[in-house]
C-alpha cells in the first residue's frame, strides 16, 4: 500500500488514493493534452484544405480528428478506473494506443507537409 | 535514432554474416517483450509521458507550420509563408516519427536494465527552431527593406 493512501482520515474510507505521485492522473492528463493537440492540427489540416469536405486532401484532417476523439475517451480512460482502485501495481503499458499514437500524428505530419508545400 | 535499432544482449561482435546480422537488427514499432523484466510501472508510465509530450512538441510545430501558411499576412518576400510553415512542419514530422522509436528503444532498456540511450532530440529541436527563428526574422527584415 502506498504512503498517499494512509492521508485519509479512519473516518474517510470511502475515497481511497493509492497512485504513488500522482502517477496515473499525470499520465491521464498527458494523453488528454495530446488528444487536443491532436485535434487542434486536425482542425488546421481540415481549414487548410478548403471547404468542399469531400475531397482526398480532407483525408489527413479528418484522421487526426477522429483519432484525437477517441484518444480523448480511451487515452485517459484505464488510468481512471485504476486511480480508484487497490492494486495500482500493475503493468499500464499500453503499446497499441502509443504505437496508433505516434504512427497517426507521424501520417497527418507528412500529410500536412504535402498541404503546405502545393497551397 | 531510428525505429531500426541493435539489440545489444543479441549482438555478436564482428560478426560479418547477413543471418546475424537479421538477427539482432528488427523492424520495431513496439518494444520486446520477450527480453528482460517488466520495468516498475511508474517508469513505464513516465517513458510514455516522455513520449507525450515529445509528440505533443512535434504536434505544436506542424500547427504552427499549418497556421502560418494560412494565416500570415503577405510579407513581400514571396516564399516567405511556405518557407516558415514548411520549415515547421518538416521539424515537426521528424521530431514524431523519431519520438515512437525513442520510446521503443526507453522501453527495451528498461527492461534490460541498461542505462536509457543518448538522444539527439533535444539538439535537434533546438537547432531546428533556432533555425525557422531566425530565417523567419531574416525574411521579415528582407520584406521590409523591399
Known sequence: ?119 | MGIWHDLQDDAIPGDPSGHSTMKRRRFALRPRRDIGADPDYRFSLANERTFLAWIRTSLALVAGGLAATQLLPDLRVGFARPAIGGGLVVLGTVLGGAALARWTANEEAMRLNQPIPASRLPAILAIGVGFVSVGALILLLLGDSL
Open chain 1, 1 to 119: 500500500m502506498s504512503a498517499s493512501g494512509n492521508l485519509d482520515g479512519p473516518g474517510q474510507q470511502r475515497r481511497r488514493i493509492s497512485d504513488d505521485g500522482l502517477q496515473h492522473e499525470r499520465t491521464a492528463l498527458a494523453w488528454d493534452r495530446t488528444a487536443l493537440a491532436l485535434l487542434v492540427v486536425g482542425a488546421l489540416s481540415l481549414r487548410g484544405a478548403g471547404p468542399p469536405l469531400s475531397s482526398l486532401r480532407h483525408v489527413p484532417g479528418l484522421l487526426a480528428v477522429v483519432v484525437g476523439a477517441l484518444l480523448l475517451w480511451l487515452g485517459s480512460r484505464r488510468y481512471r478506473q485504476r486511480e480508484t482502485s487497490v492494486d495500482s501495481d500493475h503493468p499500464l503499458v499500453r503499446p497499441g494506443l502509443v504505437v496508433v499514437t505516434g504512427t497517426t500524428a507521424f501520417l497527418v505530419s507528412l500529410c500536412a507537409l504535402l498541404l503546405v508545400l502545393t497551397s
